[in-house]
């Protein structure tokens, strides 16, 4: 059973546009959340982060809108570059554990 | 943010002999250490998490016995594919986690192995 829920699986974005990634969870124990950034071949990098006690946290171009009561949060890119794109993973982490649970991935593209 | 490296990068092996991969955080100590195996296009999938010092717990459906992994220092754990087959190919990743990384999960550039 995923535990995480990611969409779109794939994604396309003119150069300057807004990116949306949507992740959902259903398991409350959940505190923290993490959006990682995958180039082909790597491995991920941490973004960006939010523990569900903001609603949104934001870091340069990169926003994390979280809803608490949907069990919803989401990454917007603003101003998409083609350096963006990549494979973008949302994660949850259940309180006082390490592990992580990925959700299954965006491959977003921005056009130039 | 924290360092972790991975080596090998990319490996080629016959069927039936063993491949090693080293996981190193690099800046600071690394309490638990995760093992990944990602195949193309899709999401992680946690193999194994490992504790310093103490034997890993393997996720349901992954072999202890084919998966060897080492946790022996603060700084190092390591994988072991033991008799490799060519459904072993794909890209290993290992992720630390520590105090000194703020428990963040962060990740190696990962392992492209390649069985023949």
């Known amino acids: 059973q995923q535990q995480v829920k990611q969409s779109p699986q794939s994604l396309i974005v003119q150069k300057g546009g807004i990116s949306i990634i949507n992740c959902a969870y259903e398991?409350?124990?959940?505190?923290?959340f993490p959006w990682y950034q995958q180039f082909p071949g790597k491995g991920p990098a941490l973004l960006i982060a939010i523990r569900p006690d903001v609603s949104e946290k934001k870091e340069g171009r990169f926003t994390i809108s979280f809803n608490k009561s949907a069990k919803q949060f989401s990454l917007h890119i603003m101003d998409s570059q083609p350096g963006d794109s990549a494979t973008y993973f949302c994660a949850a982490r259940v309180i006082g554990a390490n592990n992580l649970f990925f959700g299954t991935g965006t491959r977003l593209t921005v056009i130039p | 943010g924290a360092v972790v490296s991975q080596h090998p990068s990319r490996v080629i092996c016959k069927s039936g002999t063993s491949v090693k991969i080293e996981c190193r955080s690099l800046?600071?100590?690394?309490?638990?250490m995760f093992w990944y195996r990602q195949f193309p296009k899709q999401s992680l999938m946690l193999m194994a998490t490992s504790n310093e010092g103490s034997k890993a717990t393997y996720e349901q459906g992954v072999e202890k016995d084919k998966f060897l992994i080492n946790h022996a220092s603060l700084t190092l754990s390591t994988l072991t594919v033991t008799s490799a087959h060519p459904e072993d190919s794909s890209f290993y990743i290992c992720?630390?986690?520590?105090?000194?990384?703020?428990?963040?999960?962060?990740f190696g550039p990962g392992t492209r192995l390649t069985v023949t």
């Open positions: 992720s630390a986690s520590g105090q000194g990384a703020s428990y963040e999960q962060y």
């Open positions: 800046d600071f100590q690394a309490t638990t």
């Open positions: 398991n409350t124990a959940f505190d923290y």
